[in-house]
């Protein structure tokens, strides 16, 4: 099974800008669809985004639709989440999840099988 590390996290202004990564460090992550969730402290986990397997189709939350975009590069094995005109509302711990989706956007956390550890980020004025 594959297994995803998070990083890029860190403490920022409201209105700058992050790039965070998800990287698998063991398997290969271009059978899965890779899912960007996030969890503020005292709430649930929110879905963000999904990239698809193999042909990068897309698919976001109206929270950040226009501000986050998910790209992937399946040669390294890596999944990037670019965000934009952070907020505070923004802040948490965001994870990345792989999922067998067969080309299905899928946003129900259940769905997917593997997780990374999560990487903090603060969005503070």
């Known amino acids: 099974q594959v297994q995803l590390v998070e990083s890029g996290g860190g403490s920022v202004q409201p209105g700058a800008s992050l790039t965070l990564s998800c990287t698998a460090s063991a398997g290969s992550i271009s059978s899965y669809a890779v899912g960007w969730f996030r969890q503020a402290p005292g709430r649930n986990r929110e879905f963000i985004g999904t990239?698809?397997?193999?042909?990068?189709?897309?698919y976001y939350a109206d929270s950040v639709k226009g501000r986050f975009t998910i790209s992937r590069d399946n040669a390294q094995n890596t999944v990037w989440l670019p965000m934009r005109d952070l907020e505070a509302a923004d802040s948490g711990v965001y994870y990345c999840?792989?999922?067998?989706?067969?080309?299905?956007?899928?946003?129900?956390?259940?769905?997917?099988?593997?997780w990374g550890q999560g990487t903090s980020v603060t969005v503070y004025s």
């Open positions: 999840a792989a999922g067998l989706a067969k080309g299905r956007m899928i946003c129900n956390q259940y769905e997917y099988d593997a």
């Open positions: 990239i698809s397997e193999t042909r990068g189709s897309t």
